[in-house]
Every structure is written in C-alpha cells, then in structure tokens.
C-alpha cells in the first residue's frame, strides 16, 4: 500500500491567511519580485504584500540576516527542493518555514 500524507501549513498575519506553497532554489520561479534586506521575518512581507497587493511572499532566512521578496503570481512548477531543506523556521512564526539561506 503506498500512500501519499499531504498536510497545509498555514499561518495568520494582522487577520490575513498565508498558506506555505513549497520550497525552492529558484528564484525565476517569483515574477514581479521586489526584496528587502531585513531578515527572515514574515510579518513585515505580510504586511508589505497586502498593502501592494502582491499575494506571495518568499523568505530565505539566515542566523544573521535573511532576504524576503513579496510578489504577485509564481510560476507554475514543482518546488525543488523539500519541506526539510526549508525547516528553519521564520524569526518571528517559528513553527511556519522560512527556509534556510
């Protein structure tokens, strides 16, 4: 019997729902990016993406500092890498992945 366990990984930011799409080494993957520079945080990149609109935020946390896009669409694709190369979790929701960097 081979089964597949496929669980969502969500998180609330200020009453809006982000939903974790998967990982990836690919940045091309992001249309439209636009970064900062202020850690692995996901609450600034929330906050930023519903002010602009954009309904994707993608953070490569680091132990000193991290990078954060916002951006509207993704490109349809299999994230390559897997929830475990991702693991770490963001500086503020640690139980959501923020990736590593």
């Given amino acids: 019997i081979t089964a597949q366990i496929q669980c969502q990984v969500t998180a ?3 009453g809006t729902s982000w939903i974790y799409k998967g990982c990836t080494d ?3 993957l992001f249309l439209t990016k636009n970064s900062a ?5 996901l609450a600034p ?7 602009h ?3 994707f935020v993608a953070i490569s946390n680091a132990p ?7 951006f509207e669409s993704l490109k349809p694709a299999i994230m ?13 929701h640690t139980s959501i992945p ?3 960097a």
């Fill in 45 to 51: 990149g929330a906050r930023e993406a519903v002010e």
């Fill in 98 to 100: 923020c990736g590593c």
């Fill in 53 to 55: 609109t954009d309904s």
């Fill in 37 to 41: 520079s202020d850690g692995g945080r």
């Fill in 12 to 14: 609330s930011v200020n």
């Fill in 26 to 28: 690919d940045e091309s």
């Fill in 80 to 92: 390559g890498l897997t929830y475990s190369d991702c693991s770490k979790g963001c500086d503020d």
């Fill in 64 to 70: 000193g500092d991290g990078q954060r896009y916002r």
